[in-house]
């Protein structure tokens, strides 16, 4: 399966440095596989949304939690301490016509995550209106995941 990454970086700069692109794909690229006890393909990607390319054979479940606790780890060794904030993995599987056929846009059968950083998980999901942008989908056409 393949896995498009966003990443929504909502915390001060005191909590924890912005990543860059590379950064972002190297610390799953680093960790992922282990997290998710299972093989995949990490890459950055060109485009102005998804900033990395996962390719597994994992659930999607699977590789929910495992985006969540790989970014929520390498923020801990990173800062050398526990983060103060929540990281998210918001997944959605594409079933409508692809809008582009340009590789690095999401394609119909493939999943998009928007991995966050937040300081209030519960607001954030609110704000993005999580409820109805969720509302009539199949729980194996989503997942929801926390540190």
């Not at 990543?19 to 006890?37: R, Y």
């Not at 050398?80 to 690095?104: D, E, M, Q, R």
Request: negative net charge.
């Amino acid at each position: 399966m393949r896995f498009l990454l966003s990443h929504n970086y909502s915390i001060p700069e005191t909590a924890a440095p912005a990543l860059s692109i590379t950064e972002f794909c190297t610390i799953f690229q680093t960790h992922l596989s282990t997290a998710m006890n299972h093989a995949c393909q990490v890459q950055a990607l060109e485009h102005p949304h998804w900033r990395c390319e996962i390719i597994t054979e994992a659930d999607a479940n699977i590789v929910g939690a495992a985006l969540v606790k790989s970014l929520a780890t390498s923020r801990e060794a990173q800062l050398g301490k526990a983060i103060n904030y929540k990281v998210l993995a918001l997944g959605g599987l594409k079933t409508t016509p692809a809008t582009s056929t340009n590789p690095s846009a999401l394609q119909t059968g493939e999943w998009g995550v928007d991995v966050v950083e937040t300081p209030d998980a519960d607001s954030f999901l609110q704000t993005l209106g999580w409820d109805k942008l969720t509302a009539g989908r199949s729980a194996e056409e989503l997942f929801q995941f926390s540190s």
